[in-house]
């Protein structure tokens, strides 16, 4: 079965830049999505298409691609950014979604 | 603004069908351009895509649930629905009902309904 590999964990301090990678063979093919999850919450989308952000998203959140490795930037990061966040895509056939494994960001 | 709310047994029996509906206000699930889905997340694990389906019926099941799941749509009352049957413990999650979108992702989620398998 198709998968999308994340690192567990990233920590950061505060102020510092975070990269959250997710890796997998169709992501040439397919577009990528990020989403944010705070405990108790639905996630939230922040970054759709690979690169685009959704209204009311803050700046600081980018995304990027190159080959089978999508990028999660979060520039400045702020104490509020603590959470899981997991990559989503879609098999080559474009009709069987995955999520990644997902990243816990911890803020220092 | 579009909202989707899950409703449901939040305690289901070993072996018996847990059954989930998805109720979508604020917009019409009858849209052209959008799938309507299913993903869980057991407690402290990940997000798994369940299945998703279109408002004429065409489904598409994550292929390690696809011999015991089952989702239907019912356009007259704007709501889709999740059958999985011969539940055990390890289906014990949080069920998310979304709009899927090749172009948009998965947005807007509903927030989400504990389901416990147990006895």
């Known amino acids: 079965s198709y998968e999308l590999t994340q690192p567990p964990s990233v920590s950061v301090s505060p102020g510092q830049t975070a990269r959250i990678t997710c890796s997998g063979d169709a992501l040439p093919k397919q577009y990528a999505y990020w989403y944010q999850q705070k405990p108790g919450q639905a996630p939230v989308l922040v970054i759709y298409k690979d690169s685009e952000r959704p209204s009311g998203i803050p700046e600081r959140f980018s995304g990027s691609s190159s080959g089978t490795t999508v990028t999660l930037t979060i520039s400045g990061v702020q104490a509020e950014d603590e959470a899981d966040y997991y990559c989503q895509s879609a098999d080559s056939s474009g009709t069987l979604y995955v999520f990644g494994t997902g990243t816990k960001v911890t803020v220092l | 603004q579009l909202q989707l709310q899950e409703s449901g047994p939040g305690l289901v029996k070993p072996s018996e069908t847990l059954s989930l509906t998805c109720t979508v206000s604020?917009?019409?699930?009858?849209?052209?351009?959008?799938?309507w889905g299913w993903i869980r997340q057991p407690p402290g694990k990940g997000l798994e895509w369940i299945g998703s389906?279109?408002?004429?019926?065409?489904?598409y099941y994550n292929p390690s649930l696809k011999s015991r799941v089952t989702i239907s749509v019912d356009t007259s009352k704007n709501q889709f629905s999740l059958k999985l049957s011969s539940v055990t413990a390890a289906d014990t999650a949080v069920y998310y009902c979304a709009r899927l979108s090749g172009y948009d992702g998965v947005n807007p989620w509903g927030q989400g309904t504990l389901v416990t398998v147990s006895s």
């Open positions: 389906i279109y408002y004429s019926g065409s489904t």
């Open positions: 604020g917009g019409s699930i009858s849209s052209s351009s959008y799938y």
